[in-house]
């Protein structure tokens, strides 16, 4: 079975530093995509980055990137320059074959002034 | 313009009850799904359609029953409701030619079933 894991339920950083939401996933296929979606307190998931597995470059989003690494089947997402609307919780997600997103438990990230 | 949006956000009713959310995308997607968050905060699957023809069925009592009348539009119907049914439930599409699973979500359900 593909899963992924997020093993920090919560997390926290001061307005202007850098966090690390870490993610881990299983697969046996060799093409596939993995995701970061933020829910902020509206609900509403937005996509924040994405990384195609065949890319060894890390993606990047303004103060978003991912440090992918395939072989240890690790995708994190760092956030640098925290800022106030950072705050929310943020799920992992691969996907394979279909269109199918496996996400992960979430971690919700707390943002102190 | 709202791109997918799914009425209503917010629904209160009785066990054994049936009740219905509809959904609609405004993004010429041809792929629409549900997703079920439970109160952990857990997203999973329930369907997914692909110019109206069932692509995904995860494991879902059949009570929940999707219709697509047309593309545009994926209305969830579910039958004399339980109390584990209460979540949100998420509409959210994406384009089938891409494979890469971009979702495009709406702003969630909350049902709550007394």
């Known amino acids: 079975a593909q899963t992924v894991t997020q093993s920090q339920p919560e997390m926290s950083v001061q307005e202007a530093e850098t966090v690390t939401l870490s993610c881990t996933y299983d697969t046996s296929e060799s093409d596939y995509y993995l995701f970061w979606y933020k829910q902020p307190p509206s609900r509403q998931m937005i996509l924040v980055i994405r990384q195609e597995a065949y890319k060894q470059q890390n993606a990047t989003e303004n103060r978003f990137s991912v440090n992918f690494q395939k072989a240890a089947k690790s995708f994190s997402l760092k956030i640098s320059d925290s800022q106030l609307g950072d705050a929310a919780m943020y799920f992992c997600?691969?996907?394979?074959?279909?269109?199918?997103?496996?996400f992960g438990t979430g971690t919700r990230l707390q943002v102190f002034p | 313009d709202t791109a997918v949006s799914q009425t209503p956000k917010y629904l209160v009713t009785q066990m054994g009850n049936d009740k219905s959310i509809k959904c609609e995308q405004n993004l010429g997607h041809d792929t629409m799904y549900w997703y079920k968050q439970d109160s952990k905060k857990f997203l999973k699957i329930m369907f997914s359609?692909?110019?109206?023809?069932?692509?995904i069925n995860e494991t879902v009592p059949n009570r929940f029953s999707p219709k697509s009348p047309d593309k545009a539009h994926l209305n969830l119907h579910i039958n004399s409701l339980e109390l584990g049914d209460s979540a949100v439930y998420f509409c959210a599409s994406s384009e089938w030619d891409r494979a890469a699973g971009e979702l495009f979500f709406g702003e969630g359900s909350r049902l709550t079933v007394l």
């Open positions: 359609y692909n110019n109206k023809e069932l692509i």
């Open positions: 997600a691969s996907c394979y074959n279909t269109d199918k997103l496996i």
